[in-house]
Nanobody, 117 residues
Framework: QVQLVESGGGLVQAGGSLRLSCAAS???????MGWYRQAPGKQRELVAV???????DYAGSVKGRFTISRDNAKNTVYLQMNSLKPEDTAVYYC????????????WGQGTQVTVSS
């Protein structure tokens, strides 16, 4: 059974920090994990991704403020979010890419992050 279990969302004031965690299970050969977010009325967008080799990529809007990391042994990905802004408010979704061909995307249920001004 495939599961992506997210935790760490919540309400924080602008300038504050939050750390999101996502533990994956039941997925064969995960080659990348990442975080996406979707704000009301907007499309889902990539926030950050990390490959099994440790290569990272970030959306321009979060570079220098967010850090993605991964524990391959635990199939867990983390997103440290610092200097949060009201425009970071969104539902954050964990994503894992893997499967037999390495191309299947799996999604978590989403966790709400709200940044107050």
């Amino acid at each position: 059974q495939v599961q992506l279990v997210e935790s760490g969302g919540g309400l924080v004031q602008a300038g504050g920090s939050l750390r999101l965690s996502c533990a994956a299970s039941g997925i064969i050969s995960i080659n990348a994990m990442g975080w996406y977010r979707q704000a009301p009325g907007k499309q889902r967008e990539l926030v950050a991704v990390i490959t099994s080799g440790g290569r990272t990529d970030y959306a321009g809007s979060v570079k220098g403020r967010f850090t993605i990391s991964r524990d391959n042994a635990k199939n867990t990905v983390y997103l440290q979010m610092n200097s949060l802004k009201p425009e970071d408010t969104a539902v954050y979704y964990c994503n894992a890419r893997g499967g037999w061909a390495g191309l299947t995307h799996y999604w978590g249920q989403g966790t709400q992050v709200t940044v107050s001004s």
